[in-house]
């Protein structure tokens, strides 16, 4: 090729590459047309990293990628690097021996591959320093390169618009970027969730510095040195929280907070003096930044990569952008906070005491109390204990968020937990740890401070409200003021729930046998047919009247009798399942539920409790007639199923009694 023609084909090589408008274009461009006018069959573009340390591979062509990703030649080393340092290219006709000579094993291996025989090693030189390096490869012998000044001038070309380009980026992106700070410090600022504040920051912070993973410390009390870690990766809908203890004593934090100015370490394996202990990472790079407000820390973000490199100043300087942002975002978020937080305090207080008023039910009581308190400051769990007194013990009597084998544990007052302990010293307990509470029993792992409150009725102790944080020290002295206020009430709502519980089930038992009285077993029959109706499932009534009662009581009065009755009641209570209903009809009748049940196994309920109660041998002797009628099979009529019922047991009683008839329609 001609000059005149080597000249216009430059002229056309500097039209592309600038006129193409991305780095990428301007690399591919390169590597192309460098194949394309020095006839060679492949390329690949070599760029130094910021620091100038060492060569890596931009942008090749005709090449396979898996080698090209894990290249990486030290300045002043291999071909490239010493091309670098004399500024002058290198032709390699033998490339195999040259990289054997060299103990290149691995690149050996890898040109083999490839079918390398030749390549030309150039310097890209920007007044007249090299930025990188340009290869090109030939899968023929190469005889002779004596196109050295026409590739001096393409690589000088390359340069300048490689560095072009890149100016070019530069400036874009830092627009995009201020305009992104822009958007994001309005977005930060608008909001009060700090969910979606640290969300967004730290989804901003990793995205503008290219990093792995970004957290945010926020020292929540420096003093006692608790602190709140937000910690974000890309792909997280939201930050992870945890909260642990650390008095920043050690380390990449204490020189963020000591100094309050930006920390940059390019390679944690080599960390130049800096103390990582209180960072778990062994390699990498990391850049921290205090976040200040009014002149003082408030928290420190940092960016991780997962392999060491330096950051720019660019980079830096944007974060500390972002996070005057997020520290004003955070401030406005904690303000409402406490607003909000006082405004709740205040209307739970109304809410529950109109709780107290419009609900006696004992349980739903207890839950609607329960579950507004958790609503409102968000504890991890809360529990109601109840005294037993006969036992002098405690037993949950209503929960949020605790484990199934805690809430059946028998808490022994005053020997065990702290909630033993506060029923016994009928005082308030407050433990900030419960790890080195001598009180505490291991329960749900991830609570960390625990309050205890008796529930107080003059002098007598009714129970206790107890309260579990997943925060150390997780509890304010207003908190545990309001709290208390609360449990004074509850005492006196537990209270009035519990005697017009006791009220109710009085109207419902019979005072003699303690058992349902026939109210009661009209409530339930009513109830067994709409489930037995819904689930299609059967169910028997058996109807109960004893044999020679009267003989009994005309004999030995009245009060044997009712011995009789008491004794004889807690013999058909053993005879049925707990799920089963037994109730005192009236006089010596007694009538049962079975639910879930056939025709027949109604019968052997019935006959294992007619054999036990004749199996008592009084004299006179004492048996009982049995009628059973089974839903919807005899009818599905609730009067009928009783009258049916009733009416095999008496003829039962006229066959003799000491037996069991069924419905017969």
């Known amino acids: 090729m001609g000059e005149k023609e080597w000249t216009g084909t430059f002229v056309d090589i500097a039209e592309q590459l600038l006129e193409k408008n991305t780095l990428d274009n301007v690399f591919d461009t390169i590597a192309r047309t460098a194949c394309s006018y020095f006839n060679a069959s492949a390329s690949s573009i070599m760029l130094f990293n910021q620091t100038r340390e060492y060569l890596t591979i931009a942008r090749s062509y005709n090449l396979s990628p898996e080698y090209l990703k894990v290249v990486k030649v030290q300045r002043g080393e291999e071909i490239a690097g010493k091309v670098c340092d004399t500024k002058k290219p290198r032709i390699v ?184 202990s209180d960072f778990n990472k062994k390699e990498g790079a990391l850049l921290g930044i205090p976040l200040l407000s009014k002149e003082k820390p408030m928290g420190i973000l940092y960016v991780y990569s997962q392999r060491p490199r330096q950051f720019s100043k660019e980079e830096a300087d944007y974060l500390t952008i972002l996070c005057s942002h997020a520290a004003v975002a955070l401030e406005n978020s904690r303000l409402y906070e406490k607003i909000a937080q006082e405004a709740k305090e205040t209307a739970i207080l109304y809410e529950i005491s109109q709780s107290f008023i419009s609900s006696l039910d004992f349980d739903q009581l207890l839950n609607n109390i329960l579950k507004r308190i958790i609503e409102t400051f968000g504890y991890l769990n809360l529990a109601v204990f109840l005294v037993n007194e006969e036992k002098q013990e405690l037993k949950m009597r209503s929960y949020i968020n605790y484990p199934e084998n805690i809430r059946e544990m028998r808490i022994k007052i005053g020997e065990s937990g702290i909630t033993g302990h506060v029923a016994a010293t009928k005082e308030i307990y407050y433990t900030p740890d419960v790890q080195s509470d001598p009180h505490y029993i291991k329960g749900v792992k991830e609570a960390r401070s625990e309050v205890c409150f008796p529930l107080m009725i003059g002098d007598r102790v009714i129970g206790v409200l107890d309260v579990e944080s997943p925060d150390l020290d997780g509890f304010t002295t207003e908190q545990i003021n309001l709290l208390a206020t609360l449990s004074a009430q509850i005492a006196i709502a537990l209270e009035n729930s519990r005697l017009f519980e006791e009220t109710k089930r009085m109207s419902l038992t019979d005072p003699l046998t303690g058992l349902p009285n026939r109210r009661r077993f009209e409530m339930a029959l009513n109830n067994e047919i709409k489930r037995s109706e819904r689930y299609r499932r059967s169910f028997a009534v058996i109807m109960v009247d004893y044999d020679n009662f009267k003989l009994y009581n005309d004999k030995f009065g009245h009060p044997a009798g009712d011995e009789i009755l008491k004794h004889f009641s807690q013999l058909m209570k053993e005879s049925v399942r707990d799920v089963d209903f037994l109730g005192r009809y009236g006089g010596d009748e007694f009538v049962m539920i079975l639910p879930e049940t056939e025709t027949i196994f109604a019968g052997e309920v019935a006959d294992r409790m007619r054999k036990k109660i004749a199996a008592q041998g009084l004299n006179p002797p004492i048996t ?13 009529d609730r009067m009928e199923l009783i009258r049916l019922a009733d009416q095999a047991c008496y003829e039962s009683k006229q066959l003799g009694g000491n037996r069991i008839s069924y419905a017969a329609r």
């Not at 608008?190 to 990793?206: C, D, Q, R, V, W």
């Not at 000591?258 to 394996?269: A, E, N, S, V």
């Not at 009982?624 to 599905?636: C, E, M, W």
């Open 93 to 276: 006709y033998d490339a195999v021996s040259l990289f054997t000579d060299l103990k290149a094993d691995f690149t050996v291996q890898w040109i083999q591959k490839e079918g390398l025989l030749s390549l030309v090693c150039a310097p890209m030189l920007l007044k007249d320093e090299a930025i990188g390096a340009l290869n090109i490869y030939f899968r023929y012998p190469l005889r002779s390169f004596t196109d050295e000044t026409h590739l001096d001038f393409f690589t000088k070309l390359a340069a300048l618009a490689i560095e072009h380009s890149r100016l070019i980026e530069e400036s874009q992106n830092k627009t995009r970027m201020f305009s992104i700070l822009g958007d994001i410090g309005l977005a930060l600022t608008s909001s009060f969730n700090i969910g979606e504040i640290m969300k967004n920051f730290l989804s901003t912070a990793t995205e503008i510095t290219n990093a792995d993973a970004g957290s945010l410390i926020l020292l929540k009390d420096t003093h006692s040195g608790t602190s709140v870690s937000y910690d974000y990766h890309d792909g997280m809908k939201e930050p992870d929280i945890y909260q642990f203890a650390s008095h920043h004593e050690t380390g990449f934090f204490k020189e963020i907070i000591r100094t309050q100015k930006i920390l940059m370490i390019p390679d944690i394996g080599n960390p130049s003096g800096i103390d990582l």
């Open 624 to 636: 009982i007639s049995v009628g059973i009628a089974t839903f919807p099979q005899d009818t599905r």
